[in-house]
């Protein structure tokens, strides 16, 4: 099974960009699906964005698609996603997750990484 390392967090003010990292572990991702999500506390966790390892497909939340990419490095099995005109609104913590392409939960999760937007 594949183990997933998020990295990238901290602190940016309004406006500014960051690039968030997931690296696997144990496999590569060939053969799922590798996804972001965000939670602040209290709140639910949401979908941000995902990326089919082969394919490529990309799913945004619309509240993101006009700020995030998500993409792949093949070379690299790490999946990125760039934040730019980041709000702070947008402070929270940052999962990646995998799930087979024939599941439809993510079952492998990352431990999170801070993202903190001041204004």
């Known amino acids: 099974q594949v183990q997933v390392v998020e990295s990238g967090g901290g602190s940016v003010q309004a406006g500014g960009s960051l690039r968030l990292s997931c690296a696997a572990s144990g496999r590569t991702f060939s053969g799922y699906v590798v996804g972001w999500f965000r939670q602040v506390p209290g709140s639910e966790r949401e979908f941000v964005a995902s990326i089919f390892w082969s394919s490529g497909r990309r799913t945004y939340a619309d509240s993101a698609k006009d700020r995030v990419t998500i993409s792949r490095d093949a070379a690299k099995n790490t999946v990125y996603l760039q934040m730019d005109s980041l709000k702070p609104e947008d402070t929270a913590v940052y999962y990646c997750?995998?799930?087979?392409?024939?599941?439809?939960?993510?079952?492998?999760w990352g431990q999170g990484t801070q993202v903190t937007v001041s204004s």
């Open positions: 997750a995998a799930r087979r392409l024939s599941e439809k939960e993510f079952d492998y």
